[in-house]
């Protein structure tokens, strides 16, 4: 083989692996604008569908676009790639920093996606483009597309195991726009004597990775002063994990735990839903010696569990290992559960809740489900009748589960429709909410195993009634909170019976909780 063919090979080889990783880097920006605004703006399906589908109908305005490029393909290439660095990089800070000042910041989130999609879908047509001197047309435009959807497996994974969880959506699109300059620099380097604005090539090679020193300098400040504002206490820790933004305010001496934005508890009042989740369950169930837990990762569950002396196994399924490492570590959630996932009593699996109940064969006197809202189709297929029926399979007679529902009064439909699914289970159901004053109204809804005949809805009401809870050390719940928390005001449990059963086919809570007046909260 001569020389100008060996060269040539290398330059094809190049060029190959460049597409391989811009292939890499555009969908780990996409993922990380979906990322963005089902964080930022909430609807996690709406949110996420919508900015995929933005961004692709940008890369088909970005292919277009190439069209008109005649001449200069590889200062074309090279252009793009810089200004891909440029903007990746600085679109987390910038959506951050927006987010302080305007109010509709979904407004800059989509137009950054739109952007961002353009450059993208440029990039395919210019190096198909540049192929044709190394390989055939049939050849050339399936090894371009071939080794561009190569990358982009390889981005998906890389974003969901390593990214998003150890770079954050802070760091991540720094990286990335890393990567989209390397590509620069070695396509430059390799196809140099092809250049004709070399000079104003290489200046803005020199100013775009001082650009991105100085932003992964400043990002994380500029970062937390925009989350910040978000909410309105200081914020003493944060960090996006794999699966959620795990968020830890403090205001005077107590604290507010939010993941995804939305609040989990206060230190201030979370007695008013522990205690209710948890006391009424253990105390009318049959039996107490084994507790599950699913979610709750927290610990402050699973620590009021354990006042009932005889529970000899809790058992806690947490889909987050930060959550639980958190729980153990962090000072602030070391003090209110009181260390109680080291307690010999207390085992802890990570893993989702539907999986482990669909591979777990053990029985148990009470189940706890204390995962977050139905906000998303994920979230609710475990509001689901399917999942509810799986998890009273794991029931003893006597067994009760016990599910936080959401508010009766700012989703009182979605709180109707998990009553309506506990029931349509097999379970003898009652409702029953509580006032917490960081939370608003909030409501739950246990139910019992009982053979037919054995106990019905007004019987259960009776024996939820009865409970005095002398014997445990409780904040707020006693025999007269537990009256009080059984009874609804009028038209609060109007209209249920045309509240629907969610189905896993169909998921009617998703869509009464999607539908709820939040906004009002």
Known sequence: MNAPETGLGRRAWVLKACVFTTGLAGI???????????YLLGDAVLHWTLIISVMLFAMGLGSRLTRSIRANLADAFVAVELALSALVALSATLVYVASVWIESIGLVIYGLALAIGVLIGMEIPLATRLN????????????????????????????????????????????????????????????????????????????????????????????????????????????????????????????????????????YDEERYHEPLVHPALAVAAGRSRVLLLGAGDGLAARDVLEHRQVELVRLVELDPVMTELARTHPVLLELNGGVLDDPRVEVVHGDAYAFLLADDSFYDIIIIDLPDPR????????????????????????????????????????LSILATVRAAGLVAVPYHNHIPTLGEWGWVLGMKAGEGELDTGGLRHRLSALDFDGLDTRFLNRDAMVGMLHFGKGMLEDSAGVEVSEERDLAVFYYYRDGAWDLY
């Open 376 to 415: 998303t189709v994920a979230l609710a297929r475990l509001y689901s009748r399917q999942f509810y029926e799986l998890a009273a399979r794991h029931l003893g007679p006597g067994g009760v589960l016990v599910t936080q529902a959401t508010s009766p009064f700012f989703s009182r439909r979605a709180f």
């Open 28 to 38: 780990v920006a996409e993922y990380v604008m979906a990322t963005m605004a089902s």
């Open 132 to 267: 044709e001197a190394h390989e055939e047309l049939r050849i050339n435009v399936a090894t371009v597309i071939e080794k561009d959807y190569y990358g982009a497996l390889l981005g998906g994974v890389l974003f969901a195991f390593l990214a998003l969880p150890h770079l954050g959506l802070t760091y991540t699109p720094i990286v990335l726009a890393a990567v989209n300059f390397a590509v620069a620099v070695v396509f430059y380097v390799t196809f140099e004597a092809v250049f004709e604005r070399r000079r104003t090539l290489r200046a803005l090679a020199v100013a775009t990775p001082v650009f991105l020193a100085l932003l992964a300098f400043f990002a994380e400040p500029i970062t937390l002063f925009g989350e910040q504002q978000r909410y309105r206490d200081r914020v003493v820790f944060s960090e996006q994990t794999r699966f959620q933004r795990i968020v830890l305010t403090r205001w005077k001496d107590d604290h507010w735990l939010y993941l995804d934005g939305k609040e989990q508890f206060s230190s």
